[in-house]
């Protein structure tokens, strides 16, 4: 063997074991973390989190129905409301102007 084959021999060792080491500090911790619990934990951290806003932005939408209804029940001014905007209902003796305008 000439001298020159023997001292390109060892950087080639050397650069794939450096690529060998790279490759299992950099992969290795990441292919760990991905399936370890902690990842998991996280992600249902995270979930819970969008539920438990969803869940108060709900409740919230759920009372002021609640006080709707209640006073469909008991308030005629409301029904009222509810019957004109809703329904386009008028009285008996009203006239109504339509300024919408037309295509």
């Known amino acids: 063997m000439s001298r020159r084959s023997r001292t390109r021999n060892p950087w080639i060792l050397r650069c794939f074991a450096a690529l060998a080491l790279a490759a299992t500090f950099g992969y290795g ?17 995270e979930d819970l989190a969008a539920v438990q806003a969803r869940n108060a932005r709900l409740r919230g939408e759920n009372e002021r129905l609640e006080r709707e209804a209640d006073a469909l029940r008991s308030n005629p001014r409301a029904i009222e409301k ?22």
């Open 82 to 103: 509810v019957a004109r905007a809703d329904l386009g209902w008028v009285r008996p003796g009203e006239v109504v102007f339509d300024l919408r305008r037309r295509p």
């Open 29 to 45: 911790p990441y292919y760990l973390y991905a399936n370890s619990g902690f990842a998991r934990y996280l992600q249902l951290r």
